[in-house]
């Protein structure tokens, strides 16, 4: 297995290694000296691919242990709705086989068809979040139409749409550079359809996936060297605008007052994020033990999607919410150096890429951590590599092979070496 990805990496980074016939050596060896080269050449292990492997462990550890607590948290739940506990263990599983599929597939594409192909794979993403707006076609859940049934799989626009996203923003910071740098315009055009992708997303309605994905692509926009002052300017217009929505609808008006105290009204309004200290409460320092926990039975609401990291501290306490926290952190800094290393071997758009999916997994993971222990406001998100969801755990999976084929490609690249001693200069001082 390994030698074959081996060899399907290499293919892919160098079309044809084999020499030409004018590099040929003059005299030819001789019998004795070929037949030790070729049983060299037999017993020389496989090289695995060279990659950033502490980020593909880290990586498939959290994936891992995210299946294991999917389990823990669903059984209960699962029994009771459909009589078989094993019902989202099954789904998780055949998620994770597509994930992987996935990324495997993903790995294998060089970053320069993402950078050729990024403006139609933004528009593709807001073709699928309005078709998943169109009555019929549009999957509703708890009030939410958010997926587009296609057979056993439920598609989420929205969670494409945050891939692509991150894709098409990091090529036009490559072709608009001087103009993002000097003009407002320039900062504008991207925002007016990251606006509108954003207004599609907010009708399903999905608040959270919103916020991440604004918020993503102004932290790219300032890496990529926007003005202090228009980034301002648009921070504060995001702000007010955010205001503006909870503002205007009672039920996420409801949720920002009820986290601010959930034991004024705990078996109402306060339900969800009571429910979840309570978790965190019971397992102290070192946890109940895994399966052991009580509120994922009858109390804990979204155990195995919003909330899995409140299962995570009731059965694993604070040792294990701290662990899963460090690796979400490392992750998100492999993202930044990846990013970083490509950028000193003059490969922006793959720095670009690479630092706007950290931006994304840090600031999702934020926010669901943040929500379950009450320092945000309670809404949908998942948390990444460890909720159940099909869209988001393929999602996560392709950006990882993206960050791994971009490391891959900058370590293949002569540049890369060259600049090995080189500074980031001032744009980068703001990761």
């Known amino acids: 297995m390994s030698s074959s990805l081996s060899s399907s990496l290499s293919s892919s980074l160098s079309p044809s290694l084999s020499p030409s016939p004018g590099s040929a050596m003059d005299s030819s060896p001789s019998a004795p000296e070929a037949g030790v080269r070729t049983l060299s050449h037999r017993q020389r292990a496989p090289r695995l691919p060279d990659m950033d492997w502490a ?17 823990s948290a669903s059984m209960p739940i699962a029994d009771r709705t459909f009589g078989n506990p094993f019902h989202f263990v099954l789904r998780h599983g055949a998620a994770l086989v ?105 009708a399903e309605p999905d608040f959270g996936t919103t916020v991440v994905l604004m918020t993503t692509v102004m932290g790219m926009l300032f890496l990529g060297g926007v003005r202090l002052l228009y980034f301002g300017g648009l921070g504060l217009a995001v702000v007010l605008s955010g205001i503006g929505l909870v503002l205007s609808s009672p039920y996420r008006l409801q949720r920002v007052t009820s986290y601010l105290d959930p034991w004024a009204d705990p078996y109402n309004t306060g339900f969800q994020l009571s429910q979840a200290l309570i978790a965190f409460g019971r397992g102290e320092w070192a946890g109940v033990g895994l399966g052991n926990g009580i509120q994922k039975q009858f109390y804990l609401p979204e155990a195995h999607t919003d909330f899995i990291i409140a299962v995570v501290g009731e059965e694993l306490g604070l040792a294990g919410v701290l662990l899963v926290t460090a690796a979400m952190g490392f992750i998100v800094w492999r993202a930044f150096q990846i990013g970083f290393r490509a950028r000193l071997a003059g490969r922006h758009f793959d720095a670009y890429l690479a630092q706007g999916f950290g931006l994304g997994l840090g600031l999702q993971g934020l926010i669901n951590i943040g929500v379950n222990v009450g320092l945000l406001p309670t809404k949908g998100l998942t948390l990444p590599f460890l909720s159940y969801g099909s869209n988001s755990l393929i999602v996560v999976c392709m950006i990882i092979a993206v960050l791994l084929r971009v490391d891959l490609e900058t370590r293949h690249d002569p540049r890369a070496a060259a600049a090995a001693g080189g500074g980031g200069g001032v744009k980068w001082a703001r990761a």
Do not use: D, H
Not at 55 to 71: D, R
Not at 184 to 191: S, Y
């Open 55 to 71: 980020l593909l462990v880290c990586a498939a550890a959290l994936v891992g242990l995210g299946f294991i607590m999917v389990a």
């Open 98 to 202: 597509l994930a992987l599929s996935a990324a495997l597939g993903v790995l294998l594409v060089p970053i320069r068809v993402w950078e050729r192909q990024g403006t139609l794979l933004f528009f593709v993403g807001l073709s699928l979040l309005v078709l998943v707006l169109i009555p019929g076609l549009g999957r509703n859940v708890n009030g939410a139409t958010r997926w587009i049934p296609l057979g056993p799989f439920n598609l989420q626009s929205s969670e494409l749409m945050k891939f692509f996203a991150v894709i098409f923003i990091a090529g036009y910071l490559i072709r608009r550079r001087e103009e993002v740098e000097t003009s407002l315009l320039g900062f504008v055009k991207p925002m007016a359809l990251i606006v509108i992708a954003a207004t599609l997303i907010m």
